[in-house]
């Protein structure tokens, strides 16, 4: 039998504490079982685990403690600033350790994102998990931990200190994307307030669906919940709902505000494959949506696939991806393999459909007329930066947002805070902003916006999700301002 491994210490140099007081040590948490969840705000699947985590912290709060261990993949996510607003985002409340030069990740070998490791009473290592556990047994293992620990003595159990973090927001709430209504008018995930807002072609709300607490809730414009939506689309008789906290996919009648559920079941789904029915098919995070002939094209960012909900049949398929993660194009099902993808835009004739593969940082295509895909921009998993030029040099950095604009793709590229222009005819990309000028009493540095629309007009409208606002930019102009807050 192995020795038990002393767990090495968390208080480290060169790292920031949030949700407590000031750092942690090991003394500091003997008695009770730690969990330390590796993770990094880009990674879905780390957002998946946040749940799970959240039903261990309130069934044990003074027996089990969970501290974060931020460990970044990207530049933007060694910014302390990022991380802070990240934990505001998904409403993390244990405590978290930014660790932007990967200490505690390189003394506990971890290797890949999301790792949890546990810690007994006397702060040894007991054992460590890479990838997404399945909650239930997760649940049942801390189950028993607490139960033995409790059988033996060996707990000391007390309330962790916490001092969560206050976000100070207005109209917004970390807003998604944003897309016009048919008729006139747009429709935005105002994903903090775990709402819907419609709004008038000058930027007035004209009306909010969901009741503002996170739920998974059909019924009225007021009584209705959702959970972070991100993404969205509409007709003449609907808006479309990416309800990507709830893994579903919602419709709001324009008519009556009446909330029903189109796919998913709450729950987080697995890998989509053949036809199958809507109401019971669990999806994984879907992230944003097109519509294009009677069919719902989903980023289904859980899974690193796009998925179809037929509204005729009212079955879910696989419309691209095989379910494992990484940059391979080629036959849509059979061969491309996707990294969660997290924004669409489809061309004025429906035939491409164009996605943002955020953990690639790359601006793929579906050519929906072949069943291929093929990659404009980006070459890997680890391939990123801010770099303007021919197609094959560029480099975007974990891109959330696409808008067509006829003769090419405006891009929120989130994590560089900018927004650019892959014009498809030149074969090239280039900065929109930075270079415009701010309009503004008081000018903010872009904070990861993650979606962008085109008005009718050429101007953009984007969803500035850190700094809760939605920005009027004109492009021929080269000014910007702030169109709501």
């Not at 028993?144 to 060996?154: F, H, I, N, S, Y």
Request: proline share 6%; net charge negative.
């Amino acid at each position: 039998m192995n020795a038990p491994v002393r767990a090495p210490e968390i208080d480290r140099p060169a790292t920031t504490w949030f949700n407590v007081a000031g750092p942690m040590k090991l003394d500091d948490l003997r008695g009770r079982f730690v969990i330390l969840d590796f993770w990094t705000f880009c990674c879905i699947n780390c957002l998946h685990i946040l749940p799970m985590l959240r039903r261990i912290e309130e069934r044990y709060p003074e027996d089990v403690v969970v501290i974060g261990v931020h460990t970044p993949k990207f530049f933007a996510e060694r910014e302390a600033g990022n991380v802070a607003a990240a934990i505001q985002r998904y409403d993390i409340r244990h405590p978290v350790v930014h660790d932007p030069n990967m200490t505690i990740w390189r003394e506990y070998a971890v290797r890949a994102w999301p790792t949890l490791v546990f810690l007994d009473p006397g702060g040894y290592v007991i054992g460590h998990a890479s990838g997404e556990p399945d909650p239930d047994r997760l649940l049942q293992a801390v189950d028993d931990l607490v139960r033995q620990g409790r059988e033996q003595g060996a707990l000391e159990p007390r309330l962790t200190e916490l001092v969560p973090s206050v976000c100070e927001t207005g109209n917004l709430s970390f807003p998604g994307k944003i897309k016009a209504l048919q008729g006139g008018g747009w429709a935005l995930a105002d994903t903090g307030h775990h709402q819907i807002v419609l709004l008038d072609d000058a930027g007035a709300i004209r009306q909010r669906i969901g009741s503002g607490h996170p739920g998974f809730a059909d019924g009225s414009a007021e009584t209705a919940a959702f959970h972070a939506p991100q993404g969205l689309i509409s007709d003449a008789a609907h808006v479309y709902v990416a309800d990507t906290g709830n893994h579903a996919i919602r419709a709001i009648d324009r008519s009556s505000g009446v909330v029903t559920t189109l796919a998913g079941t709450g729950r987080r789904g697995g890998i989509l494959g053949a036809p199958s029915p809507a109401a019971t098919t669990a999806l994984a995070s879907p992230w944003d949506l097109e519509l294009l002939n009677g069919r719902l094209l989903i980023a289904n960012a859980g899974s690193h696939q796009l998925g179809v909900l037929d509204l005729g049949e009212m079955t879910v398929a696989r419309l691209a991806g095989t379910g494992a993660e990484a940059l391979v194009d080629g036959d849509a099902c059979g061969q491309a393999v996707l990294a969660q993808p997290s924004g669409l835009a489809l061309d004025e004739a429906g035939g491409r459909l164009f996605f943002a593969d955020s953990e690639t940082s790359s601006i793929r295509v579906l050519d929906l007329r072949t069943d291929t895909v093929s990659t404009l921009v980006g070459t890997g998993l680890f391939d990123f930066g801010h770099q303007n030029g021919p197609l094959a040099d560029a480099r975007f950095q974990h891109a959330l947002g696409l808008a067509w604009r006829g003769d090419g793709l405006v891009v929120a590229d989130s994590y560089n805070r900018a927004v650019r222009f892959l014009d498809l005819e030149a074969g090239t990309v280039r900065d929109l902003e930075p270079g415009m000028t701010c309009l503004d009493p008081v000018c903010l540095r872009l904070g990861e916006p993650a979606g962008v629309a085109v008005t009718g007009s050429g101007e953009l409208l984007l969803a500035d999700t850190n700094n809760h606002r939605i920005l009027i930019m004109e492009p021929t102009a080269r000014t910007y301002r702030t169109w709501l807050a």
